[in-house]
T-cell receptor, first 115, second 112 residues
Framework: EAEVAQSPRYKITEKSQAVAFWCDPISGHATLYWYRQILGQGPELLVQFQDESVVDDSQLPKDRFSAERLKGVDSTLKIQPAELGDSAMYLC?????????????FGPGTRLLVL | SQQGEEDPQALSIQEGENATMNCSYKTSINNLQWYRQNSGRGLVHLILIRSNEREKHSGRLRVTLDTSKKSSSLLITASRAADTASYFCATATNTGFQKLVFGTGTRLLVSP
């Protein structure tokens, strides 16, 4: 069964350093999502792509976070500089497109610890 | 911001018992989805119910949706230890591209 791939699985970094996360969605899924999940809470959408275009980045802290999906396939989420409050799980998901909605398929996530 | 509120926040039961979790939300929706998350891992989609549906079943799962009360429930029958996880409801609104807003989750513990 096809899966969403993410790397790395774990990342420890120091405050003010740059970090990058990579996601490869399920083949054929036009929509890709990046979420941040703080321990004990539900995931919160950071950015949503439709093919290579950003369709929602209203919750992305644009002063330090950036995301791209250049060829409409895999995607990279970057944080520069990292802050202590960025420690969280970063989840990538993908889905098909259509009226009525489709399930989202999640990767295993990247757990980030900022020291 | 989180639209959905799950209730209870935590639930502890014995194997074989049924588990019921509730979700309330605030705005009109296109569909509502339930996801499961095992400790420290990614989320797994369980079931999707559209706004014009009232009930759906999938194996031991039963989901109901009451759009007049803006609420949904997830029933897991004959629980197993492997059902131990956090369960989240997520709502997709009517406008634009489907964007899921997740609730706060219910932590379910099923003891052998």
């Amino acid at each position: 069964e096809a899966e969403v791939a993410q790397s790395p699985r774990y990342k420890i970094t120091e405050k003010s350093q740059a970090v990058a996360f990579w996601c490869d969605p399920i083949s054929g899924h036009a929509t890709l999502y990046w979420y941040r999940q703080i321990l004990g809470q539900g995931p919160e959408l950071l950015v949503q792509f439709q093919d290579e275009s950003v369709v929602d980045d209203s919750q992305l802290p644009k002063d330090r976070f950036s995301a791209e999906r250049l060829k409409g396939v895999d995607s990279t989420l970057k944080i520069q500089p990292a802050e202590l409050g960025d420690s969280a799980m970063y989840l990538c998901a993908s889905s098909q497109v259509g009226a009525g909605g489709f399930p989202q398929y999640f990767g295993p996530g990247t757990r980030l610890l900022v020291l | 911001s989180q639209q959905g509120e799950e209730d209870p926040q935590a639930l502890s039961i014995q194997e074989g018992e049924n588990a019921t979790m509730n979700c309330s939300y605030k705005t009109s929706i296109n569909n509502l989805q339930w996801y499961r998350q095992n400790s420290g891992r990614g989320l797994v989609h369980l079931i999707l119910i559209r706004s014009n549906e009232r009930e759906k079943h999938s194996g031991r799962l039963r989901v109901t949706l009451d759009t007049s009360k803006k609420s949904s429930s997830l029933l897991i029958t004959a629980s197993r230890a492997a059902d131990t996880a956090s369960y989240f409801c997520a709502t997709a609104t009517n406008t634009g591209f489907q964007k899921l807003v997740f609730g706060t989750g219910t932590r379910l513990l099923v003891s052998p």
